[in-house]
């Protein structure tokens, strides 16, 4: 069945390192890719997305990059800061509105 | 983006008993909302799509008369733990569904952490 692969499952970086996460998707059809950020007991918070029809978004200290062909994709966050410690997902969906989700990522940025 | 509520933020049950959780959209009119569940340190896991105005659809596995959901409003969507048990204990998560210029942006609410007890 469908699904996506994300890694790291845990990531620890010193504040103002970059952290990088990837995910890989399994349906050639996913053209939707967003990325979540989920701090301890509150729902996910939509950071970035990006379409198939486009390479690189940037916003600020995030990025998302996406190869199409290797049915990747990555979250880019420069100079962390301890506030971006939090639960990162990965989401995929091929435009029916059903996401598939990554297994998530901790990303814990030390002071 | 989408606002979205939920009442109650946690709640606490008897076994047995049922519960209501409520998922508002407080700025945008939701045609489709979806309800997940959450267990610690896991993804979040659909359980339902939510029409407005229809049945939803639920996903296989979820007991569509353990876990009532009702999407009477373009702004509200409820759903229902009927007979509540201890492994029904979990975060409940409800997302708004919109759609423009072929964007399919869920936006979450803040979540509902039911225990029973």
């Known amino acids: 069945g469908e699904n996506v692969e994300q890694h790291p499952s845990t990531l620890s970086v010193q504040e103002g390192d970059s952290a990088v996460i990837k995910c890989t998707y399994s349906?050639?059809?996913?053209?939707?890719f967003p990325w979540y950020k989920q701090e301890l007991g509150k729902g996910p918070q939509l950071i970035i997305d990006?379409?198939?029809?486009?390479g690189e978004k940037k916003d600020q200290r995030i990025a998302v990059t996406l190869n199409k062909t290797a049915k990747h994709f990555s979250l880019h966050i420069t100079e962390t800061q301890p506030e971006d410690s939090a639960v990162y997902f990965c989401?995929?969906?091929?435009?029916?509105?059903?996401?598939?989700f990554g297994t998530g990522t901790r990303l814990k940025v030390l002071a | 983006g989408a606002v979205v509520s939920q009442h109650p933020s946690r709640v606490i049950c008897k076994s047995g008993t049922s519960v209501k959780i409520e998922c508002r959209s407080l700025?945008?009119?939701?045609?489709?909302m979806f309800w997940y569940r959450q267990f610690p340190k896991q993804s979040l896991m659909l359980m339902a799509t939510?029409?407005?105005?229809?049945?939803?659809?639920?996903e296989q596995g979820v007991e569509k008369d353990k876990f009532l959901i009702n999407h009477a409003s373009l702004t509200l969507s409820t759903l229902t733990v009927t007979s509540a048990h201890p492994e029904d204990s979990s975060f409940y998560i409800c997302?708004?569904?919109?759609?423009?210029?072929?964007?399919?942006?869920?936006?979450f609410g803040p979540g509902t952490r039911l225990t029973v007890l």
């Open positions: 990006i379409r198939s029809n486009v």
């Open positions: 989401a995929a969906t091929s435009g029916t509105y059903k996401y598939i």
């Open positions: 700025d945008f009119q939701a045609t489709t």
């Open positions: 997302s708004v569904g919109t759609s423009g210029a072929s964007t399919d942006t869920q936006y």
């Open positions: 349906d050639s059809a996913s053209n939707y």
């Open positions: 939510s029409n407005e105005g229809s049945k939803a659809t639920y």
